[in-house]
Each structure stands twice: as structure tokens, then as C-alpha cells.
């Protein structure tokens, strides 16, 4: 194989002779070889060529498209004397082979991996042996691996920008198109493609693509839109009005669960059969209901049935009761937490689409009328909904037929809801026919749309359209090719509006829809004011600018800081934050998969359908982010805070007062309450436990990885995981020490178990533990605990082990429990801070932070430090930086 020679002097100039401070140098000889960075060894070299190798070892990388003098010069001999050992060759550790490596810089993809190894040694994870490079050594190598990286990916971000165009997601696209069309109640998510996710977003712009199929599906998805938005009819539909009392508040005279899951009631006292028949339709007679709704169930007023989709106004008259022996009412001392579940009138609920509407009601012990508004789909009805009471299942006692058990009831009487009478009316229509919905479409041409000038009209009711929906101004050139596809149709003898619906539907799933712009062009490095505006928006609220953004856009208001920070402000006190918040933690903490695993009744009975301390889980977590921006609390509070955000159940859970009601309650923590902060939260706990049992290793790795953002590299495929024993017979930290007694597992596990052990405390929901569960009822030494669960079971598990949460950090710090773990965690808080950065950054933009943007966000960080780096400060300097604004 014919090798290139190149000839080279001390400071990487190819020449044959070369000056070299001022005295004429014999050249070193360096071949282009599978080393292209490493020159020839001074041994090769005869004693005329042996200059100073230390300058010559470090000259340009062979193959580079930077200029050899521009290379960094002490990085050559560093890396050849530090890691040639370990990364030489195709057996290098880890893939890596330095030696065939080429230091190209302009290449995004070698460029990506120089900045990995700048990581690893920064991180200390390289050298392995601490020893093998000086503190002097190892700075200098950063430095020169920096400048460098930092200076081609800045090359890179002015000539092509800092990432490719966003495509909208799902949600972003239903959202914008119920935002133009004035439909809030659009529904065409679930027919689009799911989004891919990169880097644990669904806003990642590399991974939202666009195929044929999705093509199709944006198509479909905009012509369902646009057909809703038509009136469908010259008149309003009928307000159907409905009213039940007596025996017609319900489905039937009875429920799963026994006499006690549901009776009618007259004077506080159960009717009986016979009776009930007399006083069928008696005002007085109550429907007392215990339970929570569950299959098996089917509860609902009797007779409704929503003839046309839409909004529904239900109103009706309740108390929340106690009952008590002999199937008695007394009135309650708490309110009881209620809703609706939309759901087809069919019988005991074993399938189908069945979902919460109308929002959480608190129904109080005094009697009270009540008001919600809830969403149905043609043939649906609703269902009462109670929160956070038994569900009773039909068990099988010695072989024989299935038979229910209500659960014992609490002391003082089991609580309940007592109706005595409901109305509907619907569906809810607007004030004006036709809708604003067919204005947004065809203007004032009322619902016979007709047009005695074709032609003229549709291109102005185009331009129109186009004005409203787009996000920026749109080039005539573009909308021709819009207006050509509307005339053509109506040359081909389609109906008016049908040709205009077609070009409506075409710049829908046109690129001046689907597609979000980087706000600076990387040809002429101006801003786009309509393109800030857009991404702003799409940031904080995950739909278009609204008409005081595009405003603002429209006259160049928004480079101006101030501006920018009025506007931020906005958005962040404005309801459609809300939007932010829930996609936002969905991804960033997987609440989006907060109901992914039920609990294992076998260890966790007393989570066994509890839907309603789930529900409350997920909203303490989106209230307590919520505050984190909007209160500007300290980035700290990501591990610890003196308080929680806590309703009625999660009080419970968390061993605290009691509360009444089910909204959550800002509550200030007693001195020694493991809780508070998101580490801790019950939310975080479940999504990184299985439902059975918890994993340390999984809990430190997500925690090291979504709070702290020091994610552990991707375990080998060869090496399985770590399964609890669920028996209790051995303890976590044993299994643990098998699966680390390799050197190379050991050395990566102890960046993250010991996190995941200081969590051990808290169970699979998060509820505090001083010891394991176990199923195994005939190990010796263990205490059995037996009662009867929420439908009615019997259950029976063991105490294991006592729970030992303490450990060591790879710094070596100790500590004993989650407190010390806090409060180690909580003092680096620039690092929590600096996460939160890149993840809005990545959210935000669409792109991850580059290597070029981390001077910049380390001087946001330096800007918020005296201040303790506050979360709503954090987006303020994200969205005045050149890293947001695209400079």
C-alpha cells in the first residue's frame, strides 16, 4: 500500500527547507498513515531532524481542512502520552481508536466526537488512573480541545445556522390550526404520525422528519379541520335540555359492590326494593353513591345520550355523606373529589374510550348545586365519577361463583356523594350562525356560499386566509402557486368553496405552515422579527404568535430587550402556558408515562386502584414546575425545598397533616419531612420505579440524567440488569455488588447508585419506607401484614430487610439518607441551573446546545449567580441570547 509523505518543519509548514527562529531547520519527515495526527517518532529521525518534539509532535492533523499552522500544538503528545495505550487500534477500549481519528473539525460527525472525549476528560472519566495527567497537563489539553472545537462548530452555526428547520409536532399543529380556525375543541392530534423524539424531547428538529405517509396524514388531518370548521347547516343545531330525579339519576337500581357501593336514599335512610318502585320519580329520593368508578361499572344518568358532539353544561344538586350501619346518611366532615367520564351507554365498563371531562369538583357536606361543562362525541354519555373511594371486584371464595365484598369501612362512616337531582343541556353553541369558525374561511359570504366572480374572489379570500393562518408574510410568488391550484379546481367545475377548501388544506401542509425558521438567516445574519416571534411562542405556550407578538414582529419591536422580556412575561402569566408546562414535564420528567406500570397488589395493596392519588401526583408535579417559573424560585429546589404542593390524598401520602379538598395547597414542610423539591416528589419516584419494585441503578441513572444533567453513558448489551428480588430474600445492595464486580462496571455504576440508594426510602409511589416487602411467606424471622385492599381482597406480604439508604458519591463525600444526599446535591446548584438551560434551549430551539453555545450559556449562568440562579431568570437570559435569537 503506496503511503503520501509529507515534509514538514517544527511548526507544520510543508517545505523542503523552512526558517525556524531564524536559522534554517532540516524538515521532519511525517507520513499520512492510519496515525494521521501523529508524527514520525524522534528515534526514526536522524540527529540533524531531531528539533524539539514536543512542537513537532503537536502540528496540524493530516487530512484537516484547517491550515497545519492553525492546529493546536501541545495536543498531539498529550493524547499519544496519556491514551495511545488504552485507545490504539481496533482493539481499543471502548471503540475508541485515537490513533485512526482524524482531527477534522468541519466534519459535524468528528467534530461530535472530539467534543465526547473533551467531555470525558473534563469530567475526569479520562485518564481512568487520575495519575496518568497532571492538573496542568489536563487544562491545557481542555483549553486546546475547546478553542478549537468552539471555533469550527461557531464556523459551522454562521454558515448553515444552528440547526436544520423545525417541522410542528402533533400537538403544535392541532394547536395552531384550533387557534386559526377558532375550534378549542379540535381534535385531529391522534390522526398524525406520533412524533419521533431525540435527546428525551418530541421537539428535537433532526428527529422530526417528514415522509409521504406523514405527508398523507397532515393532509387528511387539515381537511378534517377545515370540514369543522364549516357550518353544517343553515341553521344552529337544537339545544337538547335533559333532567333526571329519582331512579333516573342512575342506570340501574344498582352497582358492582354490593348494597353498600350504591342505594337511593329518602330521609337519610336506604329505600328498599318495593319502595323504590313507588318513589321512582320522587324529587326527594337522593342517589347515594360509594365508590369509585372502575370496571366493573356502568353509572350514569338514565336516558342521555348526546346526539351531536360538542360542549355539554351538566348542572346539579349534591352532598358529600358518611355512611353508616344499616346503609344510614349522616353528613360528612371533608368534601369528596368527583368528576365525569365521557363513555358510550353501554354495560359494565370492559373496554372503549372512556376519559375524564368536565375538570375536579370538591363536593361539599353542605347540600349545593353544582356547575361544569364537559365534552361528548355523538351516541356518548356520561358517568359519575367518584374520587378516591373503593372499587369493589368480584373475588372467588373456594372454588365458588364470584361474589363482591365492600371494603371495611373507615371509622366514622365510609364517605360517599348523595344527588338528588341533575341537568343537561347541549350541545353549547355560539352566538352567532354561521360560527366565527366559517368566517375565518369564506369572510361574510354567510352559509350559501356563492360567488358571482369566481376568480376575484377566491384570490382575495386566499390572501385573506393566508394573512390569517400565516405566521409571517408570504411572498406573492408562493401564493400563486396556491391560487393556481384554487383556479384550477374551479376550471375543472368543482364548487366554489370546495376549490377554495383545497388551497386552504395545501398551504396547511405547506412548508410556510409545517415548518419553524431559525430567527437569523445565516446568508446575511439578519434577524427575523416574525421568526422570534414564532419561536417564542412556540416556546412558552407550543402554539402560533398571537395578534400582540405578530404586532410587535410587524413593526421590529422585538430585538429590543425590554420588549423581549415584557413579552416573555406575558406569555409566562398567560393560560396557554399551561401547554408549556404539561409537554415540557411529559418529556423532560416522563409524565407522560406516569400510568405506565400499575403497582403489584401482591407488595402494594393499598395503591390498588388508586386513580385519584395517581391524578393527584401528576398535577403537584406540573403545579410545583409551574411555580418554579412563575414564583422565580432558585434552581435548587430541583433536589430540595421546605414545602410542597399537597391536596387532600397526597397529604396522606406523604405522611402530613391533613388537608381538605382536592386543589393543591402550597404547604410549608416540617423540619425532618424527606420531601420536597422534585427529587423527592411522588411523580418522579413512580416513573422511575417498575411497580413492583425500585431499581437504584435506574433511579440514579434518571435522576444523574433528567435533574442534574450528568447523564451515565449506555450500559454493554451483554451485561443484564439488576432484578430485585421481590421474595425479600436478598437485599438490593447484595444483588448490586454481583452485578458490579466488574472493575468497568463498577467504576461507571458508582457515578449514579449511590443517588438511586439514597431514594431506596421511597417505594414504587412514593410513599416512605424503612423497610422492603417481600412475597414469601415462609422465610424465617419475617413479619406478616394481611388486611383487606380497595376492591376487597384479602392480602398478605412480608417485611424484609430494613431499608439502608446511605452511601458515598464518586468525590467521595458520604452520606447517611436523602437529607445529606439533598443537601450535597443542592450545593453545586450552578450545575442544576446549567441543566434547566439546556434543556429550555433544546425544547425552545429544536437543536441541543452546541459545543459553540456553552461559553454562552456559562455566561448566563454567570449573570444569575448572585441571585441563585432563578428559574424565570434562566429564560429570560435563554430568550435574550444569541443562542435563542439565532445569531
Known amino acids: ?51 524539539s518534539f514536543g512542537v513537532v509532535l503537536c502540528i496540524g492533523l493530516i487530512g484537516t481542512s484547517l491550515p497545519a499552522a492553525d492546529v493546536p500544538a501541545p495536543l498531539s503528545m498529550l493524547l499519544k502520552n496519556t491514551c ?67 471555533k469550527a462548530d461557531r464556523v459551522d452555526v454562521i454558515t448553515n445556522g444552528r440547526g436544520p428547520l423545525r417541522r410542528l409536532t402533533r400537538e403544535e399543529y392541532e394547536q395552531n390550526l384550533r387557534d386559526i380556525l377558532k375550534l378549542p375543541l379540535l381534535d385531529i392530534r391522534d390522526m398524525l404520525p406520533e412524533d419521533r423524539e431525540a435527546h428525551r ?87 347515594a353513591l360509594f365508590r369509585s368508578a372502575h370496571w366493573p361499572y356502568f353509572g350514569y344518568p338514565r336516558g342521555f345520550v348526546a346526539k351531536l358532539p360538542g360542549e355539554y353544561r351538566v348542572r346539579f344538586s349534591a352532598r358529600a355523606v358518611l355512611q353508616t350501619e344499616g346503609y344510614q346518611l349522616k353528613p360528612a366532615t371533608d368534601p369528596v373529589p368527583m368528576t365525569f367520564r365521557a363513555r358510550k351507554p353501554s354495560g359494565p365498563d370492559v373496554s372503549g374510550d372512556v376519559r375524564a371531562t368536565g375538570g375536579i369538583m370538591d363536593i361539599r357536606p353542605e347540600p349545593s348545586v353544582y356547575e361544569t361543562t364537559i365534552r361528548l362525541l355523538a351516541t356518548e354519555t356520561f358517568e359519575y365519577s367518584l374520587l378516591g373511594l373503593p372499587v369493589p371486584l368480584a373475588r372467588n371464595v373456594n372454588g365458588g361463583p364470584p361474589t363482591y365484598r365492600y371494603p371495611p369501612f373507615p371509622e366514622g362512616g365510609q364517605p360517599g356523594v348523595a344527588f338528588q337531582w341533575l341537568e343537561v343541556e347541549g350541545p353549547l353553541l355560539p352566538e352567532s ?78 412548508s410556510h405552515f409545517l415548518y419553524l425558521r431559525e430567527p437569523s438567516d445565516p446568508a446575511t445574519g439578519n434577524l427575523d422579527q416574525y421568526a422570534i416571534a414564532s419561536r417564542l411562542s412556540h416556546f412558552l405556550t407550543n402554539t402560533r404568535p398571537d395578534a400582540a407578538l ?78 418554579m417559573i412563575r414564583d422565580n424560585l432558585p434552581a435548587s429546589v430541583l433536589v430540595d425545598a421546605d414545602f ?29 419531612s424527606p420531601y420536597g423539591g422534585l427529587l423527592t416528589q411522588a411523580a418522579i419516584m413512580k416513573v422511575t420505579a417498575n411497580g413492583t419494585s425500585t431499581s437504584p441503578v435506574v433511579r440514579g441513572a434518571w435522576i444523574m440524567e433528567r435533574l442534574i444533567g450528568q447523564p451515565p453513558p449506555p450500559p454493554p448489551k451483554s451485561v443484564p440488569a439488576v432484578e430485585p428480588d421481590i421474595r425479600g430474600a436478598k437485599t438490593i445492595r447484595e444483588l448490586l455488588a454481583l452485578h458490579t464486580k466488574s472493575e468497568s462496571c463498577a467504576s461507571c455504576h458508582a457515578r449514579f447508585d449511590p443517588v438511586g440508594l439514597a431514594l431506596e426510602n421511597f417505594d414504587v409511589l412514593g410513599g416512605w419506607r424503612t423497610r422492603y416487602r417481600g412475597i414469601e411467606q415462609n422465610l424465617e424471622q419475617r413479619e406478616s401484614v394481611t388486611g383487606i385492599d380497595r376492591a376487597g381482597h384479602d392480602f398478605a406480604y412480608t417485611l424484609a430487610e430494613p431499608v439502608d439508604a446511605s452511601g458515598q458519591l464518586l468525590d467521595g463525600r458520604r452520606f447517611r439518607d436523602i437529607h445529606d444526599l439533598k443537601a450535597l446535591l443542592a450545593s453545586n446548584p450552578r450545575q442544576l441551573a446549567r441543566n434547566l438551560l439546556h434543556q429550555f434551549t433544546l425544547y425552545a430551539t429544536g437543536t441541543s446546545v452546541r459545543f459553540s453555545d456553552r461559553a454562552e450559556i456559562e455566561s448566563m449562568l454567570d449573570a444569575r449567580e448572585s441571585d441563585g440562579y432563578r428559574v424565570r431568570d434562566l429564560i429570560h437570559s435563554l430568550v435574550q441570547s444569541r443562542v435563542f435569537l439565532g445569531q
Open 1 to 51: 500500500m503506496s503511503r503520501k509523505v509529507v515534509i514538514t518543519n517544527a511548526e507544520g509548514r510543508c517545505c523542503t527547507q523552512q526558517s525556524f527562529n531564524g536559522k534554517r531547520q532540516t524538515p521532519v519527515i511525517r507520513e499520512r498513515s492510519r496515525r494521521p495526527w501523529l508524527a514520525v517518532k524522534p528515534s526514526r529521525l536522524d540527529s540533524a531532524s531531531r528539533i
Open 84 to 150: 495511545l495505550d488504552c485507545h490504539d487500534g481496533a482493539a481499543a477500549e471502548g471503540g475508541l481508536d485515537l490513533a485512526s481519528l482524524a482531527f477534522t473539525l468541519d466534519d459535524r460527525g468528528l467534530r461530535d466526537r472530539w467534543a465526547l472525549i473533551h467531555d470525558r476528560i473534563h469530567a475526569g472519566e479520562m485518564p481512568p488512573d487520575p495519575q496518568g495527567l497532571s492538573d496542568t497537563d489536563r487544562q491545557t489539553l481542555l483549553n486546546t480541545l475547546s478553542d478549537a472545537i468552539a
Open 433 to 510: 350562525w354561521p360560527p366565527p369558525s366559517q368566517r375565518i374561511l369564506f369572510d361574510d359570504f354567510g352559509i350559501e356560499i356563492t360567488s358571482e366572480n369566481r376568480t376575484e374572489d377566491a384570490r382575495r379570500l386566499l390572501r385573506r386566509f393566508v394573512k390569517i393562518a400565516a405566521r409571517e408574510p408570504v411572498p406573492e410568488e408562493a401564493l400563486l402557486r396556491f391560487e393556481q391550484l384554487i383556479l384550477k379546481r374551479l376550471e375543472q367545475g368543482s364548487p366554489f368553496p370546495e376549490a377554495m377548501l383545497a388551497g386552504y388544506k395545501a398551504f396547511l401542509c405547506s
Open 550 to 627: 405578530m404586532e410587535l414582529a410587524a413593526v421590529g419591536k422585538l430585538r429590543d430587550a425590554d420588549t423581549l422580556r415584557r413579552e416573555t412575561d406575558r406569555l409566562i402569566t398567560s393560560p396557554g402556558f399551561d401547554r408549556f408546562v404539561e409537554g415540557f414535564t411529559d418529556y423532560w420528567l416522563d409524565l407522560r408515562n406516569i400510568r405506565r406500570d400499575e403497582p403489584d397488589i401482591r407488595l402494594h395493596p393499598e395503591y390498588r386502584f388508586d386513580d385519584y392519588l395517581i391524578e393527584s401526583m401528576e398535577r403537584e408535579t406540573r403545579t410545583f414546575f409551574t411555580a
Open 201 to 287: 424531547f418530541n421537539k428535537t428538529a433532526t428527529a422530526l422528519d417528514m415522509s409521504r405517509v406523514q405527508l398523507a396524514a397532515y393532509l387528511d388531518a387539515a381537511e378534517a379541520a377545515l370540514q369543522q370548521a364549516m357550518a353544517d347547516g343553515p341553521k344552529p343545531p337544537q339545544v337538547e335540555k335533559y333532567r333526571a330525579v329519582g331512579t333516573r339519576l342512575f342506570s340501574a337500581t344498582s352497582t358492582f359492590g354490593e348494597r353498600e357501593a350504591m342505594f337511593f336514599a329518602k330521609d337519610n335512610k336506604a329505600v328498599g326494593a318495593k319502595e323504590l318502585e313507588i318513589l321512582k320519580d320522587d324529587s326527594t329520593l337522593k342517589l
Open 644 to 672: 410542597v404542593y399537597a391536596n387532600d390524598r397526597l397529604a396522606r401520602h406523604y405522611g402530613l397533616e391533613p388537608l381538605s379538598g382536592s386543589q393543591m395547597q402550597k404547604v410549608v414542610l416540617p423540619g425532618d
